[in-house]
């Protein structure tokens, strides 16, 4: 039995490789978004009432909140907490990851921790030497590297991230690759007015995470930097909702997810007032790792963590049919890497032959 699932999943990597190295669509531009540490929980069914409390969940005001995000269907609730996601990504994309539709999404790298998750997402494939989240060094290349080694892709590759170990986990050091991370303000020539005002804002705010940048001023970069500079692949990764989880703050978090839904929703509308982006972008959602699943360990991960391992991920633009909520497909975090490339019609498999195929979001059905 053992040996007849493998060849079939074999065979669906197979598949999977040549649509997608045969896509030749409409995407010129991909765009992956992150929200760290945001549980599929609360994507799929939204707020958790258990963890509504002062006890659980760290709730300040639990009326407020309860009334902003509480609903008692599931479905009313994820809207509620995610409107883009629910009315837009999810009727016009596909989503990943939902247990009840038997469509288990996973990280595989087994620590349950960012820089595994982070370096397994982008290079496609989990690596147990990357064990900590030390700023070492990532030994594997990643799709942001390979895309901007690409003729048309040269330096029209550009990451804006809240974590401060993003350099090292893209090793742009090495390579060139335009990593704008944590506190440290933009130092490029010809700053706008808006970058400048951010740098001075950033350096009143207090600096509550040491290592991660409020998600608002990573937001407000890559805005700037999008309208100026015009990359054709950006990474933007989002950190609060780690942040406030392991804070055990529920209501922070939940408000924080709200907050990169609007923020997501607010990009969509500016990539289609703009000539380059309008139907020729992809956007790409997911998430570095899952969290606990109890009232008591919700606020943890790692690799003690049962059902940390459990992530989700969303896909839309002008070459993913609207399949929506997918069921019956079982996908993994390594796929992400592959997918990116896919986009644009590039085989990143091609350089990192150990990465995982794409995602199967070419198929019509």
């Known amino acids: 039995m053992k040996a007849l699932i493998g060849l079939v999943l074999m065979l669906a990597s197979i598949h999977a490789c040549a649509v997608a190295q045969n896509n030749t669509g409409k995407t010129e531009n991909v765009i992956v978004i992150t929200w760290d540490g945001f549980r599929w929980q609360e994507m799929f069914s939204g707020a958790d009432e258990v963890l509504m409390d002062k006890q659980n969940g760290g709730v300040k005001d639990i009326p407020g909140l309860k009334n902003q995000f509480w609903r008692e269907k599931a479905q009313e609730r994820r809207e509620a907490l995610l409107p883009f996601v629910w009315g837009t990504m999810a009727k016009q994309g596909q989503l990943f990851g939902d247990p009840s539709s038997k469509a288990h999404c996973k990280s595989t790298n087994g620590l349950k921790f960012s820089y595994p998750g982070y370096s397994e997402l982008f290079c496609g494939v989990a690596d147990q030497r990357i064990d900590s989240n030390d700023k070492r060094e990532n030994p594997n290349l990643s799709v942001l590297e390979y895309l901007n080694q690409q003729p048309g892709l040269k330096n029209r590759v550009a990451a804006f991230c809240t974590w401060d170990v993003f350099p090292s986990i893209f090793r742009s050091h090495k390579n060139g690759l335009f990593v704008h991370a944590g506190w440290q303000p933009r130092l490029d020539k010809n700053l706008s007015d808006k970058q400048r005002h951010l740098n001075e804002f950033m350096d009143r705010l207090p600096r509550y995470w040491p290592d991660n940048v409020f998600d608002f001023v990573t937001m ?62 992809s956007i790409i959602l997911t998430t570095d790792h899952g969290r606990g699943m109890t009232r008591i360990n919700w606020t943890d991960h790692g690799e003690k963590v049962e059902g940390a391992e459990f992530i989700w991920i969303g896909v839309l633009g002008p070459d993913t049919p609207a399949l929506g909520l997918r069921k019956e497909v079982a996908t993994t975090q390594s796929q992400v890497a592959a997918t990116v490339s896919a986009l644009l019609g590039l085989n990143f498999q091609s350089a990192s032959p150990q990465a995982a195929a794409p995602l199967p979001i070419f198929q019509a059905n």
């Open 220 to 281: 407000e970069s890559a805005f700037d930097y999008l309208q100026q500079h015009k990359p054709r692949v950006m990474y933007i990764g989002l950190g609060e909702t780690d942040e406030w989880g392991h804070g055990r703050r529920y209501d922070l978090y939940l408000n924080s997810a709200h907050q990169a839904d609007k923020f997501l929703a607010e990009l969509w509308a500016k990539l289609q007032q703009m000539p380059q982006y309008q139907n020729k972008t």
